[in-house]
């Protein structure tokens, strides 16, 4: 490193332990008043596990549509205003706001990092993995929402939920601050005859929509009284009573006890956690309970299904002056300042300003998305985020270290549609240990294909005059351990994206919606779990395949229609379309006696 690179490093590295001090600081602060003034009832109408994106929203509509009594149950602490600015969303990764999952290594994936293991970072505080994300909204196409409850809600239902939630729980802007970037990818995009998005959903590209208010990060959670949210208890088991779910068992300051549910058990833990407690308490593969001695309430193909949106390439475009954000201009006293008074400024940087839907096949439905970073691995000198995706110190050396010299950009393509599936499975009865992890990256050969294409598309557009014209290029070293390969050919960035794998955090479908009786189904379109009572999934996990783009929305519109079957069926009857009377037959749904 030369001793600029170095002072670079030692100036984000004091940023770094700074904000895990005050991490820290918070966190035992919340600890404490938890233990001072936390009360906990016996029993409530319904109890809500989890207090992110999906839980949020319902517990929103339980207390300003319904009388009903109910808790949020959340494992984390409460956030707090300083840790709401959109630039400090990295750090927490891995922090005590994280639950630091890592996946198992992989056979086909994350070769670049250490174990071959990648991380998936989720969410640990009030108000979920929306409090780390980078508060992209996406709405994504509403066919897709429809093929999931089999056509049992007609496009217009859907779309109200969207607005609601738009509307009503989140605050949607533009993103605050853009660098140089946005506008030359958006010009690339044009000269390469892609069109704006609009809120329609097709092919083209736009600048983000984030959920900000007055440039400050606010997630559905923002809405919730505190009386409503019990935090630093974690849910361990739902208990029953035969096939009707009772209550559940928590854990809080290290002692156990037993909260009750009159009308139902909602879990809103997120697509990891979900499937945990349910195999936790009995629900899940009959061989796996059996294996560990959990007494069987209902085989179920509970923690199979796991998806996520995949993608490679950071460090892939280099520039030879700054058209990106430096990591200088973050930590630069007077933008600090900028965001405290004016809500502006590089601090609001979701990062992440402009995403793009593609086809590599050249159709009219994408199966690619492209998500440009104005920032790229390096940026931070190594202080931060190579840690933050388990890079091996060597890959660092070897290819991350060599951009110091440049300015990097990011272009990410990610597959919108994988066809590769993994799985969540407890190995252990202990709920305080973490699940076994396995998303089987890339194990499907589509999926490598389709991202080798996303590749080429990326090379397409840093080929253009556009981002000729500001001295952009592609990265030209090797990467350690594809050197065998003659770069940019085919086997080359299949080597490539078998080592730079690389999440956008969006699991799910671990415990799908379903018919009855296929495969995959957990829950059925009430969100209802097959064969048991009072016991609901509505979070990224009943999502059964990805949807076209980031993922919130989707959850937070899916939460909202579990909020009006299980909970406001009487009132709210659902826009059902003419199938259902057959429907209702069959399955007992959109009945409104
Ligand atoms: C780094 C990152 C960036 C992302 N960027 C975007 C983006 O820009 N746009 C987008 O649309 N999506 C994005 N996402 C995805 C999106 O934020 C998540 O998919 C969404 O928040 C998931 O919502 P959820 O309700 O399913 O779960 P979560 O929001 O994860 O909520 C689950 C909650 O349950 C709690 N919990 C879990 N287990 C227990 C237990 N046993 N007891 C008590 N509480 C428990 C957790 O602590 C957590 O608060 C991103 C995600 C991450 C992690
Ligand atoms: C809630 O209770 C109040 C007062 O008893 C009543 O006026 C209101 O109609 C109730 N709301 C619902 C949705 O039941
Ligand atoms: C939305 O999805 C449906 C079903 O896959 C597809 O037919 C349609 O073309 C998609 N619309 C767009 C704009 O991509
Ligand atoms: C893509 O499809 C269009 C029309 O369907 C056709 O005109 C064009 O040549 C195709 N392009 C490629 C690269 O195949
Ligand atoms: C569960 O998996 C973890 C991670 O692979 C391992 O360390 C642990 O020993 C396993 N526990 C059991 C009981 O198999
Ligand atoms: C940057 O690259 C462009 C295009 O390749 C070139 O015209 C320009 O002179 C370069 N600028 C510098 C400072 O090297």
């Given at each position: 490193?030369?001793?600029?690179?170095?002072?670079?490093?030692?100036?984000?590295?004091?940023?770094?332990?700074?904000?895990?001090?005050?991490?820290?600081?918070?966190?035992?602060?919340?600890?404490?008043?938890?233990?001072?003034?936390?009360?906990?009832?016996?029993?409530?109408?319904?109890?809500?596990?989890?207090?992110?994106?999906?839980?949020?929203?319902?517990?929103?509509?339980?207390?300003?549509?319904?009388?009903?009594?109910?808790?949020?149950?959340?494992?984390?602490?409460?956030?707090?205003?300083?840790?709401?600015?959109?630039?400090?969303?990295?750090?927490?990764?891995?922090?005590?706001?994280?639950?630091?999952?890592?996946?198992?290594?992989?056979?086909?994936?994350?070769?670049?990092?250490?174990?071959?293991?990648?991380?998936?970072?989720?969410?640990?505080?009030?108000?979920?993995?929306?409090?780390?994300?980078n508060m992209i909204h996406v709405r994504g196409n509403l066919t897709h929402y429809q093929n999931w409850f089999h056509g049992k809600y007609a496009k217009e239902y859907i779309q109200k939920q969207f607005e609601y939630i738009e509307n009503n729980i989140l605050h949607l802007n533009e993103v605050q601050y853009e660098s140089e970037l946005a506008n030359t990818i958006l010009t690339a995009a044009k000269e390469l005859g892609y069109s704006n998005l609009d809120k329609d959903f097709k092919?083209?590209?736009?600048?983000?929509?984030?959920?900000?208010?007055?440039?400050?990060?606010?997630?559905?959670?923002?809405?919730?009284?505190?009386?409503?949210?019990?935090t630093n208890v974690l849910v361990e088991k739902v208990i029953f009573n035969d096939n009707t779910a009772r209550g559940i068992q928590v854990l809080s300051l290290g002692k156990h006890s037993t909260i009750y549910a009159r009308k139902g058990v909602l879990l809103s833990a997120g697509a990891i956690n979900t499937p945990k407690i349910l195999q936790l308490s009995g629900i899940g593969p009959e061989n796996l309970l059996k294996s560990l001695s959990i007494p069987v309430i209902k085989n179920l193909p509970v923690g199979r299904n796991l998806q996520d949106h995949i993608g490679t390439g950071l460090d892939f475009l280099l520039f030879n002056k700054s058209v990106s954000i430096s990591a200088l201009d973050m930590i630069n006293p007077f933008h600090v300042l900028e965001y405290f008074i004016k809500g502006k400024g590089p601090w609001t940087t979701p990062g992440c300003e402009v995403i793009g839907?593609?086809?590599?096949?050249?159709?009219?439905?994408?199966?690619?998305?492209?998500?440009?970073?104005?920032?790229?691995?390096?940026?931070?000198?190594?202080?931060?985020?190579?840690?933050?995706?388990?890079?091996?110190?060597?890959?660092?050396?070897?290819?991350?270290?060599?951009?110091?010299?440049?300015?990097?950009?990011?272009?990410?393509?990610?597959?919108?549609?994988?066809?590769?599936?993994?799985?969540?499975?407890?190995?252990?009865?202990?709920?305080?240990?973490?699940?076994?992890?396995?998303?089987?990256?890339?194990?499907?050969?589509?999926?490598?294909?389709?991202?080798?294409?996303?590749?080429?598309?990326?090379?397409?557009?840093?080929?253009?005059?556009?981002?000729?014209?500001?001295?952009?290029?592609?990265?030209?070293?090797?990467?350690p351990s594809c050197e065998n390969f003659e770069i940019f050919t085919d086997s080359y960035f299949d080597c490539y994206i078998k080592h730079l794998t690389l999440t956008s955090y969006h699991p799910v479908g671990t415990c799908s919606m379903g018919l009855p009786d296929s495969k995959n189904t957990v829950v059925d379109t009430s969100f209802k779990i097959l064969g048991v009572e009072h016991l609901y999934v509505a979070d990224a996990s009943v999502l059964p395949t990805l949807p076209s783009g980031n993922i919130n929305a989707a959850i937070a519109m899916m939460a909202s229609i579990c909020f009006e079957s299980i909970i406001n069926a009487k009132t709210n009857i659902p826009f059902c379309n003419k199938n259902d009377r057959i429907y209702e037959y069959l399955f007992r749904i959109c009945f409104d006696s």
């Open positions: 490193m030369l001793p600029v690179h170095c002072c670079q490093f030692l100036l984000f590295n004091v940023c770094v332990n700074i904000s895990t001090l005050f991490i820290y600081f918070v966190y035992y602060s919340d600890l404490l008043s938890t233990a001072y003034y936390q009360e906990i009832k016996h029993e409530y109408d319904f109890i809500i596990v989890g207090s992110g994106t999906a839980g949020s929203v319902i517990a929103h509509r339980l207390a300003t549509e319904t009388n009903y009594t109910f808790i949020v149950v959340e494992a984390g602490i409460r956030s707090h205003a300083l840790l709401e600015a959109p630039v400090l969303g990295p750090f927490f990764h891995g922090s005590l706001l994280d639950w630091q999952y890592q996946t198992v290594p992989q056979e086909h994936a994350c070769f670049a990092m250490k174990d071959r293991r990648c991380k998936l970072a989720q969410g640990k505080i009030l108000g979920g993995s929306s409090k780390l994300n092919l083209g590209f736009r600048k983000n929509i984030v959920s900000q208010k007055y440039g400050k990060r606010w997630s559905t959670s923002d809405n919730l009284e505190s009386k409503h949210v019990i839907f593609l086809s590599t096949k050249n159709q009219s439905e994408p199966d690619l998305q492209f998500m440009v970073l104005p920032v790229g691995l390096s940026s931070d000198r190594g202080s931060l985020l190579k840690n933050n995706v388990n890079l091996k110190d060597e890959i660092w050396d070897k290819y991350f270290s060599k951009s110091f010299d440049s300015y990097v950009g990011t272009i990410l393509p990610l597959i919108l549609h994988p066809k590769s599936r993994g799985y969540v499975i407890i190995n252990s009865t202990d709920p305080s240990l973490p699940p076994l992890l396995d998303p089987r990256y890339l194990s499907h050969k589509d999926d490598r294909d389709t991202l080798i294409n996303g590749l080429k598309l990326v090379m397409k557009f840093v080929n253009t005059e556009a981002i000729q014209k500001v001295g952009g290029s592609i990265n030209e070293n090797h990467f």
